[in-house]
């Protein structure tokens, strides 16, 4: 009876979660307030910046959208593989990934995000080579090149581990695995 209660405890502890991804809407909520702030900025002045200076606002956009995105999947995806299920099913809008990203999952895409947000940061970089030390320029593709290799790594040792579970599982026969 002591370890049913202690477990029932344990258990509901998920709950403190919940805030967590309530501050992340709320971060979500900033984002949009820094995109919109981009956006009044760049409107007014289209008309008079180079070709340059606006595919350099467009690239500050995306990386804001991107962002926006990653966000959104650790929201849903986070307090679904932790906390509770979204009780959405029968929404027209909702998404076909949400319910089915395992941690492993999320994993994968965040630092997908991430790589793409890096690489973003990196062409931004490029396209303002002028303003742009070869230091910092250096330090851009190492940190962008780290996430790339930890994706890669990421995307093997969750392969690995698909593997090592599958050849894990029983199939039934007895006599399977024994030569």
Not at 20 to 29: H, M, T
Not at 112 to 134: D, E, P, R, W, Y
Not at 168 to 176: F, I, L, R, W
Request: hydrophobic fraction near 55%; glycine fraction near 6%.
């Amino acid at each position: 009876m002591i370890e049913r209660r202690f477990e029932q405890i344990i258990f509901a502890s998920r709950w403190l979660l919940a805030p967590f991804y309530l501050g992340l809407v709320v971060s979500l909520v900033l984002l949009l307030v820094k995109f919109t702030q981009e956006i009044l900025h760049i409107v007014p002045h289209v008309l008079d910046m180079s070709e340059k200076d606006v595919l350099l606002a467009v690239l500050t956009l995306i990386d804001l959208s991107f962002a926006g995105n990653l966000l959104l999947m650790v929201i849903f995806a986070g307090y679904e593989n932790f906390v509770s299920k979204i009780d959405v099913a029968n929404h027209e809008d909702r998404p076909d990934w949400m319910g089915k990203v395992d941690f492993g999952g999320l994993k994968l895409k965040l630092i997908a995000s991430i790589v793409a947000i890096s690489g973003i940061h990196l062409l931004k970089a490029f396209m303002n080579l002028s303003q742009t030390s070869q230091e910092e320029l250096m330090w851009l593709v190492i940190i962008h090149m780290t996430f790339v290799v930890s994706g890669v790594l990421l995307a093997c040792m969750d392969r690995l581990e698909g593997h090592h579970a599958h050849a894990a599982k029983p199939t039934g026969n007895p006599e399977a695995g024994h030569h």
